[in-house]
């Protein structure tokens, strides 16, 4: 079985502050592993994918096998940041298995 | 392109009544799945269609069933409806035969159960 877990559902930092949204994961082979956003009144769009090693609007996240994680983190968050996070798993059975997503709230 | 296309967007039914909720891929996806999202939670897979069959399930009940036709476009249906079938329904499309990558979301279809 493949489990996402996003221990926060509310997180709040200031503009400017370092921002870092959890994510472990539970799988028994190689994971693929993504980041969606969700924009307030905008559809579910990607925001990165461990595979490819890049970095969209400043964030960046590592996957850590050995603490099977998959955090995002971006050095100084923007009020556009505001928005709701999911973390996401696709294993072999090529379905993407979400989180409970964390609401991401940049304070001015 | 217009991206993922659902319908309708919102609607309400009544419990133990059917409904049908349409999605039309992206141009060029022809690999379909339906999410549910209940309030507060992150989406959960029902199923995926590709080729006109399904291809995977979820934790569904036969409740839930679909179709893709031959434009790749899909419906999910719905029977005997629960008051905890109250959900955002999602479509996500993608291109087969291609590597890891994300899925497109379509904005999904609100279903409100009373």
């Known amino acids: 079985a493949q489990r996402v877990t996003q221990p926060e559902k509310l997180l709040s930092v200031f503009k400017g502050a370092p921002v870092e949204l959890k994510c472990n994961y539970s799988y028994s082979g190689s994971p693929e592993l993504f980041w969606y956003v969700q924009y307030s009144r905008q559809r579910l769009q990607l925001l990165l994918r461990h595979i490819s090693r890049e970095s969209i609007k400043g964030f960046t996240a590592d996957l850590n096998k050995g603490e099977t994680s998959f955090h995002l983190k971006k050095p100084f968050a923007q009020e556009e940041d505001s928005a709701m996070y999911y973390c996401a798993l696709r294993g072999s059975a090529r379905q993407l298995t979400f989180g409970s997503g964390t609401q991401l709230t940049v304070l001015p | 392109d217009a991206g993922v296309t659902q319908s309708p967007t919102h609607l309400i039914k009544t419990r133990g009544q059917q409904v049908t909720l349409r999605c039309s891929p992206k141009s060029g996806h022809d690999t379909v799945s339906w999410y549910q999202q209940a309030l507060g939670q992150g989406p959960q897979f029902i199923f995926q269609?590709?080729?006109?069959?399904?291809?995977q399930r979820g934790n569904f009940p036969d409740r839930f069933s679909g179709h893709q036709f031959p434009n790749y476009s899909s419906e999910l249906n719905v029977n005997a409806l629960l008051l905890g079938d109250s959900a955002l329904y999602l479509c996500?499309?993608?291109?087969?035969?291609?590597?890891?990558?994300?899925?497109?979301f379509g904005s999904g279809t609100r279903l409100t159960v009373v």
């Open positions: 269609y590709y080729e006109e069959e399904e291809r």
């Open positions: 996500a499309s993608r291109p087969s035969g291609t590597g890891p990558l994300g899925y497109t």
